[in-house]
């Protein structure tokens, strides 16, 4: 079903995007916006967000071939984007130090985020502690049960974490906690939202924090290879790791940009995250976008093994991409991310997040599709630290029996 | 604008401005307890002396409102409560003597088309649609439905709203202004502050619209203060939760008590 979205206003991508939000927030979006727009132009504010990516997160991001994983793509050359080797773990450090300076320059002692995996929470609660803000992470009981480990980390870096109990308990309930929060105390707080979507200024606010990462990545590639890459494969969530890396590739048009959503147990099962084959046009917290939606328009809950991907809507610039076809867009089960999760680890030494297994698992096909000639640039967007006991669990390495990866 | 013959909820408020006093607009959620629970309150508070019915669409992601409200929409949709069941809603407390109010996410209307909606709200007799996360810069689809049907779009205006976007919402608005009392969700509050009568009079600076304001209002006393500077005293967590606790004869009684309240205003 194809439902007309509205007017093409402020901050739409083509249909998409917009500001979906209660009255009581336009004038905070409006003030994040202009201060935005001119912090991205101040040498002083950029200078000292290039700062901090050298001195404390580590970059650039160092790119590596993974020729004994590539074995699994059909030969093709695989080539990873190692957010992985950031501070705190994950690409959402990016996009937190540059929402943390702004918090600062609008006067705002207080910050607040939602975090699914955890690893945005995390990063918010380190720059808040780096920059002396007052940091809340709202997360869904079920996650907090899922990734405990994250939710010690916060606490250890001084923020407080709530557990939502509404709805479904994860990360969608999550986001509605903190914009209740949000519309009550917006005078002193700012809402570090984490990914590319919500109302407008935030996904294009957090796509050009973490643009950085296919400026950085296009060099890189062209330096080793010599040439740009067939494919640029990244895993979406809310979207914000692939809208970064694909950003600089978009008037590439030799590049596919590929964005993997989490397949959970098969779309087919209706137990999923894949918004683009089994969701619709629909708006969610201050997005128009793909949304995962009963007849009626009531959300449906999403699934997948990875906290980070499990989310019923996408952001809307994504929704534009698909449409346009400029970028495609598929799944991996959360058996053939587990499957590509051991064979990284196996082959190559490095334990991907599991949201990012999901873009190896979608690098294994293209590799099958486009042959050993192939050159697959891959978004690894976080490290797998986190989802050990996850993982450990799904291979059954937990107990008293040795066990071992199959 | 161009307004047509005016909705019956702007007949209504009207009337009450006539007798010099606020009127009071009570909000239920269609589905809560049951269907069947639902039309039976809300027949309880026209009864008790609601003005107005603002009809609430429990929504799976509801970011404007707070825990009472929240619950009652989980109890509605775990027990099948369906858009459908809006405007037999809407029908009931038109046909016991209320104009009604639809109070609706987005997303609802988006996914049923906004033509649609519009057309079964005005087929089952409505006033009009407050959209809480639905502004007048994205609302073109919404404000030309609206005008086909006969509808009035009720936008909402927060103590936040610069003089700039209260002339934007309400230039958009027909029937009523709503004004939001503070900065927050819906729920109960030990005193509704002074923000709200400054938004209030902010709001009138720049419409001759009836201002009504909502969060927060939940005992007769809360409802005569309001009721001194606001031509409408809209309740909703206290009905929810009275409803919860009592049935609809408690529902009954506190819309009485609250209809006292805002006839206690002026006085
Ligand atoms: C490592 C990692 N990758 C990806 C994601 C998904 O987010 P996004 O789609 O915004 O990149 C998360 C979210 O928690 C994450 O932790």
Redesign the pocket.
């Known amino acids: 079903m194809t439902a007309a979205l509205g007017s093409p206003g402020i901050g739409r991508f083509g249909d998409f995007g917009g500001r979906y939000v209660p009255e009581a927030l336009i004038p905070a979006l409006e003030q994040l916006d202009e201060v935005r727009r001119k912090a991205l132009v101040d040498p002083e504010f950029v200078g000292e967000l290039d700062r901090l990516h050298r001195t404390y997160t580590g970059r650039p991001s160092i790119l590596t071939e993974v020729p004994r994983f590539a074995e699994h793509c059909a030969g093709a050359r695989v080539l990873l984007k190692r957010e992985d080797l950031n501070h705190t773990g994950?690409?959402?450090i990016n996009n937190v130090l540059g929402q943390a300076l702004l918090a600062k320059r609008m006067g705002k002692r207080r910050v607040i985020a939602e975090t699914?995996?955890g690893?945005?929470g995390v990063a918010t609660a380190t720059a808040a502690a780096l920059l002396g803000l007052d940091c809340v992470v709202y997360m869904g009981k079920v996650d907090t049960e899922r990734q405990a480990l994250n939710v010690a980390r916060m606490r250890l870096l001084g923020a407080e974490v709530i557990a939502v109990t509404n709805g479904s308990q994860t990360l969608k309930d999550a986001v509605n906690e903190a914009l209740r929060d949000w519309v009550a105390n917006v005078d002193d707080t700012h809402y570090v939202l984490?990914?590319?979507t919500g109302p407008y200024p935030f996904p294009e606010m957090v796509r050009d924090f973490h643009r950085i990462i296919g400026v950085e990545a296009r060099a890189q590639v062209l330096d080793l290879v010599g040439r740009l890459p067939d494919a640029v494969i990244a895993?979406?969530?809310?979207?914000?790791?692939?809208m970064g890396i694909f950003h600089r590739f978009l008037d590439d048009a030799s590049v596919r940009l590929v964005g993997v959503e989490a397949g959970g147990d098969g779309v087919e099962t209706g137990r999923h995250a894949a918004r683009f084959s089994g969701g619709s046009r629909g708006v969610l917290h201050g997005a128009a976008t793909y949304v995962l939606q009963d007849d009626d328009g009531q959300t449906i809950e999403s699934h997948s093994v990875s906290?980070?991907?499990d989310y019923p809507s996408v952001g809307p610039e994504h929704a534009h991409l698909f449409e346009t076809g400029r970028a495609e867009y598929r799944s991996a089960t959360d058996a053939e991310a587990m499957e590509a999760f051991r064979l990284l680890s196996r082959t190559e030494g490095i334990l991907p997040?599991i949201?990012?297994a999901h873009a190896l698992a979608g690098a294994m096909v293209l590799g099958q599709e486009l042959g050993p000639d192939a050159v697959l640039l891959v978004s690894l967007?976080?490290r797998g630290d986190k989802d050990v006991h996850t993982a450990a669990r799904w291979f059954g390495l937990l107990g008293d029996d040795e066990g071992g990866m199959p | 604008m161009t307004s047509t013959t005016p909705s019956a909820g702007s007949s209504a408020l009207a009337a009450c401005r006539e007798e010099g006093r606020a009127a009071l607009i009570g909000y239920l959620p269609v589905g809560f307890p049951t269907l069947a629970g639902s039309l039976e309150a809300i027949a309880a508070i026209v009864e008790g002396g609601v003005d107005i019915v603002e009809v609430g669409v429990p929504y799976s992601d509801p970011l404007m409102d707070g825990p009472v409200i929240q619950r009652a929409t989980e109890t509605a949709l775990a027990a099948g409560m369906t858009v459908d069941d809006v405007f037999t809603a809407v029908a009931a407390s038109v046909a016991a003597g209320a104009p009604a109010y639809v109070m609706s996410y987005w997303n609802l209307i988006l996914r049923r088309g906004v033509d649609r909606f519009a057309a079964d709200l005005a087929a089952a007799g409505g006033s009009g649609v407050i959209t809480p996360d639905l502004i007048p810069d994205e609302a073109s689809e919404w404000l030309e439905a609206a005008r086909r049907h006969d509808l009035d779009p009720v936008f909402l205006v927060a103590p936040s709203s610069t003089t700039e976007r209260l002339s934007v919402a309400t230039a958009a608005c027909r029937g009523f202004v709503y004004a939001a009392s503070t900065m927050g969700v819906t729920g109960t509050r030990a005193s509704v502050g002074d923000a709200a009568a400054d938004v209030v009079a902010r709001t009138r600076a720049v419409t001759d619209l009836p201002v009504c304001v909502g969060l927060g209002v939940s005992n007769r006393a809360q409802a005569a203060e309001v009721a001194r500077y606001a031509d409408g005293v809209i309740v909703g967590s206290a009905l929810v939760r009275a409803l919860d606790e009592g049935g609809p004869s408690a529902v009954g009684r506190l819309a009485a008590e609250l209809a006292a309240g805002v006839r206690e205003g002026r006085g």
């Open positions: 994950s690409h959402k699914g995996a690893q945005h984490g990914t590319v895993c979406v969530g809310g979207g914000s790791n692939a906290a980070g991907l997040a949201e990012s967007s976080g």
